[in-house]
């Protein structure tokens, strides 16, 4: 029987919201950032060690609220226009699983300002302390975002924050950060290749993720954000990871198999979060660059879970998604044998879930198109025919996982077909 991955939150964290700081000038690492000034800060107030993880773990999540790149565009600038609805989803997110649940209200408070007016209702020392210094550092980062030597501008981003304490910023804070502002140190850390070692080693002691289930949580938090990124898609990954695990169970994988299924289902379109969503909204005919963005989807997921510890096999299965029998998928061209059954069962899981989605243009479709549209992909050598035989043994219970997999999540309503 295969063994459950057991893997430090910070780290699991930090790997897959990764994925939530592509925006659209490439790969910005705002959540690592973020995380980085936040420790400068809490070094120098000398934090007790035992509170530094639930400090890096908010920062490394505390945009969970965001999914598009119109979102993220916005919190980029530094008087942003109403944060308040990114903090709420973001907390709401978190605040249902267990090892995640203290996170959320400090995620909730990230954008109070010291001086009130806040949406929340809470002001100065009554608006928790790590979500105080995760503000603070966010707007630091947003404004470090500059060309050329970080050193030149250090300077003028440090009145910025100043001109701002006792109003936006908790002034003691401010203080501090006016400290560490004069290490070059920080500075050099913030805009380095290696940002993510130095970040690793000031965390010495973290909560592990202690089973299969906390991945799970974690994973369905993850798949909401992804699919956060396009109303039609609200339940896709939940849904692809129902449908690949009943077909992972049916196929006689074990127990541990059959969550390792889930979760790489519900992680496998996670890469889809560095595609601008006007390219994912576009109902059909993308143009051959547009082909090409959406290509990359599946190597920036293979990347990201390759980053993970304990999940070779889960990356496998979730990021072979697109590769084809006959060498013609994408990005790998992988064929035959070098397909493990996993992923031929996570291929036809996504395709029949994208058939039997509604989607702008149609309606989701009816079981004799489905299977001829895979039995036509089985002919032409692309899709595994067992599996494929497999789900048509099990088809209304593959059916009714629709409504299982929109368990607890409102359909937005733009998702209605036109
Ligand atoms: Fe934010
Ligand atoms: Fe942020
Ligand atoms: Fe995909």
Same mark, same amino acid.
């Not at 809470?122 to 503000?135: C, E, V, Y």
């Not at 003028?156 to 400290?179: C, E, H, N, Y």
């Given at each position: 029987m295969s063994t459950a991955p057991k893997i430090q939150l910070y780290k699991l964290l930090r790997s897959l919201s990764l994925a939530m700081d592509y925006q659209r000038n490439g790969l910005m690492r705002h959540h690592q950032r973020v995380a980085l000034i936040a420790s400068y800060i809490a070094r120098e107030m000398q934090l007790e060690e035992s509170d530094l993880p639930l400090l890096y773990c908010s920062a490394v999540i505390h945009d969970a609220g965001t999914s598009t790149f119109r979102e993220k565009a916005n919190l980029e600038k530094f008087e942003v226009q109403n944060p308040w609805?990114?903090?709420?989803?973001?907390?709401?997110?978190?605040?249902?699983?267990?090892?995640?649940?203290?996170?959320?209200?400090?995620?909730?408070?990230?954008?109070?300002?010291?001086?009130?007016? #806040?949406?929340?209702?809470?002001?100065?020392? !009554?608006?928790?302390?790590?979500?105080?210094?995760? $503000?603070?550092?966010?707007?630091?980062?947003?404004?470090?975002? =500059?060309?050329?030597?970080?050193?030149?501008?250090?300077?003028?981003?440090?009145?910025?924050?100043? !001109?701002?304490?006792?109003?936006? $910023?908790?002034?003691?804070?401010?203080?501090?950060?006016?400290?560490?502002?004069r290490k070059e140190s920080l500075w050099l850390d913030l805009t380095s290749e290696f940002i993510d070692i130095h970040l690793s080693k000031r965390l010495r002691t973290c909560p592990l993720v202690t089973g299969q289930d906390e991945i799970i949580g974690i994973s369905r938090i993850f798949a909401e954000i992804i699919d956060g990124k396009n109303p039609f898609t609200y339940r896709h990954s939940r849904l692809v990871a129902e449908v690949a695990a009943l077909l992972a169970r049916r196929a006689g994988f074990d127990p541990v =198999?059959?969550?390792?299924?889930?979760?790489?289902?519900?992680?496998?379109?996670?890469?889809?979060?560095?595609?601008?969503?006007?390219?994912?909204?576009?109902? !059909?005919?993308?143009?051959?660059?547009?082909?090409?963005?959406?290509?990359?989807?599946?190597?920036?997921?293979?990347?990201?879970?390759?980053?993970?510890?304990? $999940?070779?096999?889960?990356?496998?299965?979730?990021?072979?998604?697109?590769?084809?029998? #006959?060498?013609?998928?994408?990005? $790998?061209?992988?064929?035959?044998?070098?397909?493990?059954?996993?992923?031929?069962?996570?291929?036809?899981?996504?395709?029949?879930?994208?058939?039997?989605?509604?989607?702008?243009?149609?309606?989701?479709?009816?079981?004799?198109?489905?299977?001829?549209?895979?039995?036509?992909?089985?002919?032409?050598?692309?899709?595994?025919?067992?599996?494929?035989?497999?789900? !048509?043994?099990?088809? =209304?219970?593959?059916?009714?996982?629709?409504?299982?997999a929109s368990e607890g999540l409102r359909r937005p309503p733009d998702a209605d077909i036109k």
């Open positions: 609805e990114h903090c709420q989803k973001g907390a709401a997110l978190l605040h249902n699983l267990q090892i995640l649940a203290p996170l959320s209200e400090i995620v909730l408070h990230h954008h109070d300002r010291w001086d009130g007016q #806040n949406p929340s209702g809470l002001a100065g020392n !009554a608006i928790p302390l790590f979500s105080r210094i995760i $503000f603070l550092a966010d707007r630091v980062d947003v404004l470090s975002h =500059q060309p050329g030597n970080i050193l030149d501008h250090r300077e003028q981003i440090m009145q910025k924050i100043s !001109a701002r304490a006792g109003t936006m $910023f908790d002034p003691d804070l401010v203080d501090i950060f006016l400290q560490v502002a =198999q059959q969550k390792n299924m889930y979760v790489a289902g519900l992680l496998h379109d996670l890469g889809k979060l560095s595609v601008p969503e006007e390219v994912l909204e576009k109902p !059909a005919g993308l143009s051959k660059q547009e082909f090409n963005i959406i290509k990359r989807h599946t190597y920036v997921t293979y990347q990201i879970l390759g980053l993970i510890d304990g $999940f070779e096999e889960i990356n496998q299965w979730a990021s072979y998604h697109h590769e084809k029998l #006959n060498g013609q998928g994408y990005p $790998f061209h992988l064929r035959g044998e070098e397909l493990p059954p996993g992923s031929r069962i996570m291929a036809v899981a996504d395709i029949f879930s994208a058939l039997v989605e509604d989607r702008p243009y149609r309606k989701g479709m009816p079981r004799h198109k489905v299977e001829k549209i895979l039995g036509d992909m089985v002919d032409g050598g692309s899709i595994d025919g067992d599996v494929v035989q497999l789900l !048509a043994s099990h088809y =209304q219970e593959a059916v009714s996982l629709k409504d299982k």
